[in-house]
């Protein structure tokens, strides 16, 4: 069974960083490639990140480009978003999502990041 | 970029009947490959999304056939029949043809 479980979320301050992970299972990371899709409180769904199975094409939104990077880890079968200069909009639930086909064919259940001082 | 727009329902839907929720994208999402690029998703309540159909018609594995998908290179529709209890939740279309990736704004169902 495929299963991605993210974890790095909580309350940070304006301008701070932080990192989250999405740890998979029940599949071969190292052949899949990999997205962050944030929902803001309330919100559609919006793109953030994608990156290669073996990191060789990564692509962001131009919102987060510049503050946030996409990694990954394939002997620890790990994604990461390490996240910069963070703002109030960067307020989200940031979903793990596995590439399919041409599509998002996993995902994760989310984990909340609050931006607020 | 390409924009996604979908329509609204005419909320709520009375069990047992149809519902067609539209999506309009600002480019043709027609591949060179002669698939179209466009995905429907289900976001229920308190859930994380699911993938319901790809390539414009094609249902993803395990999805009910009351889902269908249909339409040309920009103008799309997710039709759901006999809607269920289980169907409630916020519908999005998403195109994969380039990046950025980008999904429509939701369309929620409602159930009577």
């Known amino acids: 069974e495929v299963q991605l479980v993210e974890s790095g979320g909580g309350l940070v301050q304006p301008g701070r960083s932080l990192k989250l992970s999405c740890l998979a299972s029940g599949f071969t990371f190292s052949n899949y490639g990999m997205n962050w899709i944030r929902q803001a409180p309330g919100k559609g769904l919006e793109w953030v990140a994608s990156?290669?199975?073996?990191?060789?094409?990564?692509y962001y939104a131009d919102t987060v480009k510049g503050r946030f990077t996409i990694s990954r880890d394939n002997a620890k079968n790990t994604l990461y978003l390490q996240m910069t200069s963070l703002r109030s909009e960067d307020t989200a639930l940031y979903y793990c999502?596995?590439?399919?086909?041409?599509?998002?064919?996993?995902w994760g259940q989310g984990v909340m990041v609050t931006v607020s001082s | 970029d390409i924009v996604m727009t979908q329509g609204a329902l005419p909320n709520p839907v009375p069990s047992g009947e149809s519902a067609s929720i539209t999506c309009q994208s600002s480019k043709s999402l027609l591949h060179s490959n002669g698939k179209t690029y466009l995905n429907w998703y289900l976001q229920r309540p308190g859930q994380s999304p699911q993938l319901l159909i790809y390539?414009?018609?094609t249902r993803a594995s395990g999805v009910s056939d009351r889902f269908s998908g249909s339409g040309s290179g920009t103008d799309f529709t997710l039709k759901i029949s006999s809607v269920e209890a289980e169907d409630v939740g916020v519908y999005y279309c998403?195109?994969?043809?380039?990046?950025?990736?980008?999904f429509g704004g939701g369309t929620k169902l409602e159930l009577k």
């Open positions: 999502a596995r590439r399919g086909i041409t599509t998002f064919d996993y």
């Open positions: 390539w414009m018609s």
């Open positions: 998403q195109q994969f043809l380039e990046y950025p990736r980008t």
């Open positions: 990156i290669s199975s073996s990191s060789s094409y990564i």
